[in-house]
T-cell receptor, first 114, second 116 residues
């Protein structure tokens, strides 16, 4: 049972345009969401997060939106740059977990073309 | 070191062989996680340590998997009698936080295990 789903395996955008990566979750107990970025042969690196008490969090070119009623979140990258080309993972956790373990989606491969 | 270090980087094992994967977390980090990432999938939680205490091992797929962190720093993930389905990248992550402050989770580059 996939609790966090990223239904688009890949996305290709032109440099300078907006990239929108989507993520859906099924567990209503999740209350903290994160996006991680992964380059080949490297571990995931934290990008941005959002608490369920918010519906938007912005950090430079990156903005995460959360729609709790739809159990949906998205990551917007504006403007997209070739260096953003990587695999992006959505992850979720719940404060009810005393370990902070993350549940990851399958990932979306973003390609930003120059 | 500057980051989380994992060794070996690659491991090829024959089916039935035992393997040991090492993780050196960032110095002073309290929390340590192991994740398994199959090809084309996201990382899946295996186990969690707070210092030397293994507080959650609910993700370990079978009793062939064993993890330890005896002195609260370096951790070893051991897989006994490896099977082909164990082939995956094993990721270690550490955090200075004791609880769910996941934005401070730092991942290593992983060990890619191939079982033939």
């Amino acid at each position: 049972d996939q609790q966090v789903k990223q239904n688009s395996p890949s996305l290709s955008v032109q440099e300078g345009r907006i990239s929108i990566l989507n993520c859906d979750y099924t567990n209503s107990m999740f209350d903290y969401f994160l996006w991680y970025k992964k380059y080949p042969a490297e571990g995931p690196t934290f990008l941005i997060s959002i608490s369920s008490i918010k519906d938007k969090n912005e950090d430079g070119r990156f903005t995460v939106f959360l729609n709790k009623s739809a159990k949906h979140l998205s990551l917007h990258i504006v403007p997209s740059q070739p260096g953003d080309s990587a695999v992006y993972f959505c992850a979720a956790s719940g404060y009810s977990s005393n370990t902070g373990k993350l549940i990851f989606g399958q990932g979306t491969t973003l390609q930003v073309k120059p | 070191g500057a980051g989380v270090s994992q060794s070996p980087r690659y491991k090829v094992a024959k089916r039935g062989q035992d393997v040991a994967l090492r993780c050196d977390p960032i110095s002073g980090h309290v929390s340590l996680f192991w994740y398994q990432q199959a090809l084309g999938q996201g990382p899946e939680f295996l186990t969690y340590f707070q210092n030397e205490a293994q507080l959650d091992k609910s993700g370990l797929p079978s009793d062939r998997f064993f993890a330890e962190r005896p002195e609260g720093s370096v951790s070893t993930l051991k897989i006994q009698r490896t099977q082909q389905e164990d082939s995956a990248v094993y990721l270690c992550a550490s955090s200075s936080a004791r609880q769910a402050q996941n934005e401070k989770l730092f991942f290593g580059s992983g060990t890619q295990l191939s079982v033939l």
